[in-house]
């Protein structure tokens, strides 16, 4: 996910969903029930999972979708991989306008063209409180399908196209922190045990 850092979460499986809160609310007379899903925290090792093609776009799949959005929203990010949940399927949620009103809903995303390079902070709601900075494609070039089944082929720059590159990475069991010295990668891999016990004493 980024928010001009970039912060990124995900899901669980259908059948397994991990629900840490759920909402309702009322909405043009209908009550609409959420699930705000948890977020798989590094290092678990189901964060390196290589998510599934969808094969049908169904209401189950929808039904992901909408919860993924939701908990997007909730942890203040603008992006959300399926496989930071632990559902194994190429889902991913984003929506990086102000005012959190423009969903952008990719099923099956591939990128077909990367040009030039451009360096950006990024962080991740599976990484939490760490931030760095990383190198990617300037432009890109994806394709995806909508809910509606429908093929899409665009392109874009900027903040979209580095989080498209986020998500898509989550989907084949990468993070952010793989682009990372090793060094870097072996200091937060250090702080988070350190925090672990910290937490595990306290309890």
Excluded: W
């Amino acid at each position: 996910m980024l928010v001009e850092t970039l912060f990124y979460c995900g899901l669980t499986a259908t059948n397994n969903f991990s629900y840490i809160l759920s909402v309702s609310y009322n909405h043009f007379g209908v009550n609409i029930a959420m699930a705000i899903l948890k977020v798989l925290h590094f290092p678990d090792p189901r964060l390196r999972n290589k998510a599934t093609p969808v094969e049908k776009i169904g209401p189950e799949i929808k039904e992901i979708a909408e919860n993924m959005l939701e908990t997007m929203y909730v942890e203040n990010g603008i992006g959300l991989a399926a496989t930071q949940v632990n559902i194994q399927q190429r889902i991913v949620v984003i929506d990086i306008s102000e005012e959190k009103n423009e969903p952008l809903i990719l099923i099956n995303p591939e990128i077909t063209k990367l040009e030039g390079s451009e360096t950006m902070r990024e962080g991740c709601l599976s990484v939490p409180e760490y931030y760095d900075i990383v190198e990617r494609a300037e432009y890109i070039e994806f394709c995806y399908k909508t809910l509606d089944d429908e093929l899409i082929t665009t392109s874009t720059d900027g903040l979209l196209a580095v989080c498209v590159q986020h998500e898509i990475d989550h989907l084949n069991g990468k993070l952010f922190i793989d682009y990372l010295s090793l060094l870097k990668r072996q200091r937060l891999k250090k702080k988070i045990d350190k925090q672990e016990k910290l937490q595990h004493n306290v309890l």
